[in-house]
């Protein structure tokens, strides 16, 4: 069975071979960490890393455009990032349209080079696609993480625009009609390339509750979704959807808007909430924490936690994905935990 035909089947709820697992290492790790021993665990563990191919000499980690320290990036919609570390994700400092005054004759981006983000090459794109299809792997394509809400925060700043939809302004529903038209054509650029999977990645809570109540989701966000994820489901694609923070009182919004993968934190939304919200009914791609036991457990409490939400969430029949995002302050043997046990439990269903 190869890693297209596992995945899907994990979605499906038709019985894959194995839960799949996947460890993602922040550029960021790579002048963190010793780079060799960094390197051994990689190796180590094939089954995580199966195509890897150790580098003899020095890794060179390239950073995106807007997580390169004191190299503040402009982005395609006027926004300017900052970070003060290399390789982790800055912040919008300077937003375009804190004033509404600049709101005529403003110039969206082109989804004809652009993701919004980042400069795009859709013949790149489409190479890509094409070579992963050859090897068996499965074509997930994805909107920029912070699509919708968060571009209307880095746009307007984060009060201006929760301001703006207690205020009922105006121009608010304007200005989502752009940045949705500017998302769908996107969409539409990644449909004619056939993926499996598309994503909508967005970062909807905070540590406590979502970062805007769930009214003024449903009422100025949740459409836009809707209409967005509506372009994916037309186009034969399952619809995943990406969210850090709690995201309880959104998660039902969240289904209904199209969602058949949900990809969000564990211990910030508690295990057991997850399993019985979505366990058996909605596919669940955990983001295993980064806050609190791996980079202060001990190996046997990372061990555990991985098992416990195997045993929750999972099934025979699939219904479970995990991902874990490596980034500097988690002690090595803490990483090497993390990766044992993901090695361990992907099988305990098979």
Same mark, same amino acid.
């Given at each position: 069975m190869n890693e297209r035909e596992n995945i899907l089947r994990a979605i499906r709820f038709e019985k894959p071979e194995t839960i799949p697992m996947r460890f993602h290492v922040n550029a960021a790790c790579w002048h963190a960490y010793e780079q060799e021993a960094l390197k051994d665990l990689i $190796? !180590? +563990? @094939?089954?995580?890393f199966p195509h890897y191919q150790r580098p003899a000499g020095a890794v060179t980690p390239a950073y995106d455009l807007n997580a390169r320290a004191d190299? @503040?990036?402009t982005d395609p919609w006027g926004c300017v990032w900052e970070t003060t570390e290399d390789g982790i994700t800055g912040a919008v +400092?300077? +937003?375009p349209l804190e004033n509404w005054g600049a709101f005529d004759g403003y110039e969206v981006p082109d989804p004809a080079v652009t993701d919004g983000t980042f400069p795009v =090459?859709? $013949? /790149?794109v /489409? $190479?890509?696609v094409r070579q992963t299809r050859a090897d068996g792997g499965i074509v997930w394509g994805s909107l920029p993480h912070g699509h919708t809400f968060l571009r209307l925060q880095d746009l307007r700043g984060y009060e201006n625009l929760l301001f703006d939809m207690f205020d009922e302004e105006p121009n608010v529903r304007r200005l989502i009609d752009l940045v949705e038209a500017f998302n769908g054509r996107y969409v539409m650029r990644w449909m004619e390339l056939k993926p499996d999977i598309f994503s909508y990645p967005e970062d909807l809570g905070m540590q406590v509750g979502p970062m805007l109540a769930p009214d003024q989701f449903r009422t100025y966000i949740k459409p836009s979704y809707q209409r967005l994820m509506r372009l /994916? +489901? !037309?186009g034969g694609c399952v619809v995943e959807m990406h969210s850090d923070g709690d995201i309880r009182t959104l998660a039902g919004d969240l289904v209904d808007s199209g969602v058949q993968?949900? !990809?969000l934190q564990d211990l910030v939304n508690g295990v057991d909430w997850i399993a019985q919200t979505f366990a058996g009914k909605v596919c669940v791609h955990l983001d295993l924490d980064r806050q609190r036991v791996t980079p202060f457990g001990a190996p046997g409490e990372i061990d555990a936690l991985i098992r416990e939400e195997v045993e929750k969430i999972g099934s025979p029949q699939g219904g479970l994905m995990m991902i874990y995002g490596l980034y500097p302050g988690v002690p090595i043997r803490n990483v090497k935990a993390v990766m =044992?046990?993901?090695e361990r439990y992907m099988g305990h269903y098979s």
């Open positions: $190796e !180590n +563990h @094939p089954r995580l190299q @503040p990036y +400092h300077r +937003h =090459d859709w $013949e /790149a /489409a $190479e890509r /994916a +489901h !037309n993968v949900i !990809n =044992d046990a993901m």
